[in-house]
T-cell receptor, first 113, second 114 residues
Framework: DAKTTQPNSMESNEEEPVHLPCNHSTISGTDYIHWYRQLPSQGPEYVIHGLTSNVNNRMASLAIAEDRKSSTLILHRATLRDAAVYYCILRVANTGTASKLTFGTGTRLQVTL | EAQVTQNPRYLITVTGKKLTVTCSQNMNHEYMSWYRQDPGLGLRQIYYSMNVEVTDKGDVPEGYKVSRKEKRNFPLILESPSPNQTSLYFC?????????????FGPGTRLTVL
């Protein structure tokens, strides 16, 4: 599986935008870029995913570099409830184990008042 | 409400005493899987199932069994639990097994084997 690299931790002030980076220099052409987050004492929660184009949903935006070797998860206005570990995951399409999510150690986001 | 449920949420048991952790989803999803989460190791897949009666090993299947007799249920069975199976377990499901699908996770089962 292609590997992703994320910073161990980041901090943000409440109400400010947060940009969470992810490097995936060995990504293949059919790998989807997924982001999940895990709040304290909860299961992972889907945030967003994309393949080539930038994506927006109600939770966040995903900006994908043109060469797809990196991506950035953007939380437009961080709140205290966004404090979590954020995982950037590459997910292979169309194989028997396609739905396996290989979690790394993620980025622990701390949000302060 | 669309959800994945797991039971029990917490379990303390002793070595060798067989146990089953249940997982159920109400979204008619074909794909289900089990993960374990350990400090410093992240989440690792134990077993997965692409449909009823179709199961396969993930990355860490040793010591575990699963079954998929109905679409909604995917129990995890530990025939003879050992202390190294003390962990936080998550069940997940998704509509599709392809790369673009979202996975829904249950709330987790914290297992301690003494």
């Amino acid at each position: 599986d292609a590997k992703t690299t994320q910073p161990n931790s980041m901090e943000s002030n409440e109400e400010e935008p947060v940009h969470l980076p992810c490097n995936h220099s060995t990504i293949s052409g059919t790998d989807y870029i997924h982001w999940y987050r895990q709040l304290p004492s909860q299961g992972p929660e889907y945030v967003i995913h994309g393949l080539t184009s930038n994506v927006n949903n109600r939770m966040a935006s995903l900006a994908i570099a043109e060469d797809r070797k990196s991506s950035t998860l953007i939380l437009h206005r961080a709140t205290l409830r966004d404090a979590a570990v954020y995982y950037c995951i590459l997910r292979v399409a169309n194989t028997g184990t396609a739905s396996k999510l290989t979690f790394g150690t993620g980025t622990r986001l701390q949000v302060t008042l | 409400e669309a959800q994945v449920t797991q039971n029990p949420r917490y379990l303390i048991t002793v070595t060798g005493k067989k146990l089953t952790v249940t997982c159920s989803q109400n979204m008619n999803h074909e794909y289900m899987s089990w993960y374990r989460q350990d400090p410093g190791l992240g989440l690792r897949q134990i077993y997965y199932s692409m449909n009823v009666e179709v199961t396969d090993k993930g990355d860490v299947p040793e010591g575990y069994k699963v079954s998929r007799k109905e679409k909604r249920n995917f129990p995890l069975i530990l025939e003879s639990p050992s202390p190294n199976q003390t962990s936080l377990y998550f069940c997940a499901s998704s509509l599709s097994r392809t790369g673009g699908g979202e996975q829904f996770f249950g709330p987790g089962t914290r297992l301690t084997v003494l």
